[in-house]
């Protein structure tokens, strides 16, 4: 099943109307009847459940593809109906520094075809300068102000980095073991609810519902799927890795879930790196809820996944091969930058320090049945 269908099909039917969804089931030959959900249930069925796709392209001469192009034809006569238009034209008022940043009133419409906003703070709204994610498949534009974080408060804003990547496309880059399918819960910040007086860091959270649906349910019943929490730090140095706060407490639906596996206390330095949790068995058919607190001054943001995982060949299968690699001294380069990881005072409290103690070292093993040992090398 190509992956990319789901999230797409489940983000354009996510807007849809009853009408819509009806012309659409009406085009397939299936019931109109039910809530808006179950309607929007019975289509994604087709896409997600490759049992159910099978038997419905060899009794309907349709295949999955097509059920998504059905759905995709109709976000985009819903679009024109609403008066969007193409931002082909309007691509070209962007500003001469930078393709991927644009200043308010260059945009005039965020639900236009080439233009999508998704930001943390939720608003859809061109209301302050925007930056574009640089994945080709991706080019979702946020907020500057939103996701553009500098190392200390009184610094301002940064400047835009040469690359940037949203939330979505950093995390897809995170664990190659796990290929995104769908959101539920689309990344939203924590934020602060108490401030010490003595100076130490102010305790964060973040209470919120996401919704799966049936099919997302019979999806994850299946071996290679799951529902994961993430969270990441939004001006973490490594971009593309998962880290928690300090001191998490995560919770879903009111069972407290473990996230991380190093002491609360313990910064996660630049070789290190967190994990996902999989919150599948505490989830339900329906609205769940999943709290999260930290005691951190850092900018962190939350997520909900659905994930598919890969297997070790599968992952092996998408190393380029040589020729189609990066060059030896990118390679190199990129290495020891992972290994130098930042200076002495950021990873003072992390476990990154790596320490070279002899170029070689003999281990003798002796076994405790035969007399003989092995020397390695």
Not at 279 to 301: E, H
Not at 321 to 348: H, M, S, T, Y
Not at 355 to 363: K, P, Q, R
Request: glycine share 6%; proline share 6%.
């Amino acid at each position: 099943m190509d992956m990319d269908l789901v999230p797409s099909c489940k983000e354009k039917l996510a807007y849809f109307r009853i009408k819509e969804l009806k012309d659409v089931l009406t085009q397939l030959g299936l019931s109109k009847q039910g809530k808006k959900q179950d309607l929007v249930d019975r289509i994604l069925t087709i896409i997600t459940d490759e049992q159910v796709s099978k038997m419905w392209a060899q009794k309907n001469a349709v295949s999955k593809e097509q059920v998504a192009k059905l759905v995709d034809d109709a976000y985009r006569k819903m679009q024109i109906a609403g008066g969007a238009t193409d931002l082909a034209s309007k691509g070209q008022g962007a500003s001469d520094t930078s393709s991927t940043v644009k200043i308010k009133g260059e945009i005039e419409d965020s639900f236009q075809s080439d233009t999508k906003i998704r930001c943390l703070c939720g608003s859809t709204l061109e209301t302050e300068p925007l930056v574009k994610c640089d994945d080709p498949k991706c080019h979702v534009w946020q907020h500057i102000s939103c996701v553009i974080i500098p190392e200390k408060p009184i610094e301002g804003i940064p400047p835009v980095p040469d690359k940037f990547y949203c939330e979505l496309c950093r995390l897809s880059r995170a664990d190659p073991f796990w290929v995104s399918v769908v959101h539920p819960l689309f990344p939203v910040k924590l934020t602060t609810t108490s401030i010490s007086a003595d100076g130490t860091n102010p305790v964060q959270s973040l209470e919120r519902t996401f919704q799966l649906t049936r099919a997302d349910k019979d999806l994850v019943s299946k071996q290679e799927f799951d529902v994961q929490a993430w969270c990441m730090l939004l001006n973490d140095k490594v971009s593309f890795r998962m880290q928690w706060p300090q001191y998490t407490d995560l919770q879903v639906n009111g069972v407290p879930v473990r996230a991380i596996n190093r002491p609360g206390s313990q910064l996660l330095g630049a070789n290190g790196r967190d994990d996902g949790p999989i919150i599948t068995p505490y989830t339900k058919d329906g609205i769940n809820k999943i709290y999260l607190t930290g005691c951190d001054a850092r900018v962190f943001c939350l997520g909900v996944r659905i994930v598919k995982r890969r297997s070790v060949q599968q992952v092996l299968n998408i190393i380029p091969k040589e020729p189609d690699g990066e060059l030896f001294e990118d390679a190199l380069a990129r290495v020891c930058r992972c290994v130098g990881g930042g200076n002495a005072d950021d990873n003072a409290d992390s476990d990154s320090d790596l320490e070279v103690v002899s170029d070689n070292f003999t281990i003798n093993l002796r076994c405790p049945v035969m007399p003989s040992y092995n020397e390695l090398f």
